[in-house]
Structure formats: structure tokens, C-alpha cells
């Protein structure tokens, strides 16, 4: 079931036109309040059609944030927290 929400998050919530031009922002670029996660509104700057729902999808521990894991699962990506 994860899987599947997981595939839909980046079918529908990071996939497009746009981002298909364009690499995954890295994990540390999004954290603009560097606290090691992403927020909503921090995620949103990069992918302005990802919706609450979408994001609550990728949110697998459901506290509000995307860890770097949980970020990197949903954007299908290797992400560098360098």
C-alpha cells in the first residue's frame, strides 16, 4: 500500500513537464530552515503542484515533516545532505 502511495505522490505530487526538465532539488537546498526536514511550504517552493494530501502521503511517520528517507523514497532520488 505504501508502494502505491508512494508511486502515486510521484506520478501526480513531483512528476510533470517541469520537473521532468529538471533534476531533485537536494535535501539540504529544500531544508531552507535547516532543521532536518522538509515542511510543506519548504517542498512546495520546489514543486508548487504538490498538494497537502500528497505530501501527507510521503509523510510515512506522520509527523508533519519529510526526513531525509521519507523525501528521498517520494522523489525516487539519492539524496545528498552534504
Do not use: H, R, W
Request: hydrophobic fraction near 45%; charged fraction near 15%.
Amino acid at each position: 500500500m505504501k508502494t502505491l502511495i508512494l508511486s502515486s505522490l510521484i506520478v501526480f505530487g513531483l512528476s510533470g513537464t517541469a520537473f521532468a526538465q529538471t533534476a531533485v532539488p537536494d535535501f539540504t537546498s529544500l531544508d531552507v530552515d535547516a532543521n532536518g526536514s522538509i515542511s510543506l511550504s519548504e517542498a512546495q517552493v520546489a514543486f508548487p503542484d504538490l498538494t497537502p494530501e500528497a505530501y501527507s502521503a510521503a509523510d510515512t511517520d506522520a509527523d508533519g515533516e519529510l526526513s531525509v528517507d521519507e523525501f528521498g523514497l517520494a522523489a525516487g532520488a539519492t539524496i545528498s545532505t552534504q
